[in-house]
């Protein structure tokens, strides 16, 4: 699951469009991606 965080809560990403990239869905997109450091991963 890719979520991003709101100020209300959280969305769930189901498709990711990089810039300049194709549209994928978000499991295809987070195995590609490597850590930056600003991401985190876990269950909460």
């Known amino acids: 699951r890719l979520l991003?965080?709101?100020a209300?809560?959280?969305?769930?990403l189901v498709e990711v469009?990089?810039?300049g990239g194709?549209?994928?869905d978000a499991a295809a997109y987070i195995r590609?991606?490597?850590p930056d450091g600003a991401q985190q991963s876990g269950r909460r």
């Open 4 to 6: 991003l965080g709101c």
């Open 17 to 19: 469009k990089p810039a």
């Open 32 to 34: 590609g991606r490597q």
């Open 8 to 12: 209300d809560g959280a969305l769930e």
């Open 22 to 24: 194709r549209a994928m």
